[in-house]
């Protein structure tokens, strides 16, 4: 009788041993706040955010929550600048108005340890056009530490040449135009984001809280990721999150 119980349960532990899906990176990541030593920046981070006309709400809102909200759970949090290509108000694609904090035209612009693109409404067609737009990305981008796009924002991204050879992943419904219009990258579906060395690319909505945690895990460790994430009431488990990671 104990030899069929322990051969139950060793059937028991193949089956979802053998469920996790293939080809993408689940990394062991213990769920508890505990399990692993909290890191903590030896400065405070300063994060970028571009907006512009059209700019969608949730890729918006989900970084500046995220990235904003550390400075209230752990130490040496990361402050959220917002930056335009003007000193205009911008719409946002859902209607809410913002007053953009810097412009990149117009003003002398810090170097910033994160860098974030989220998506925009002209991302597939307008911006690819836009060479101040593209400057600036290849500028920023180039001098932070991170660069995390959101759903589209990976469109400007890609354009811009910083992650020519790199691993990517956009909005799902846009993945196949990535791949055909930039051979020179490898698109990635069936993730929530792809991490290439510093560049994070997301697939955007509700999504873009995934890799902006994920970000704040590998600067504050899991319980500064965790403690973050309850603050937001997100259940946060690394685990959980199919992802993968290159470099």
Known sequence: MEFLKLSSFALLFLLVACAEPTGVTQNSVPSEVGDLEDLCPEKELHVAILVSDGVFNTELTAPMDIFQHTQYRCDNGMHVHTISQND??????????????LSYEND????????VIPAAEDHLDAALENDSLLNMIRDLGGKASYVVSLCDGAFPLVKSGLVDGLEVTTFPGDQEALRANYPEITVHGDVSFVRDGKFITSVGGAKSFDACLY?????????????????MVIDWDLNQVQYKEFN
């Not at 205009?88 to 904090?101: A, C, D, M, R």
């Not at 970000?215 to 603050?231: D, R």
């Open 88 to 101: 205009l108000v911008i719409k946002t694609f859902e209607g809410l108005t913002v007053i953009p904090e």
């Open 108 to 115: 002398s612009l810090p170097d910033f340890d994160v860098f």
């Open 215 to 231: 970000l704040v895990q590998q600067l504050y460790g899991n319980g500064g990721a965790v403690k973050t994430a309850e603050g």
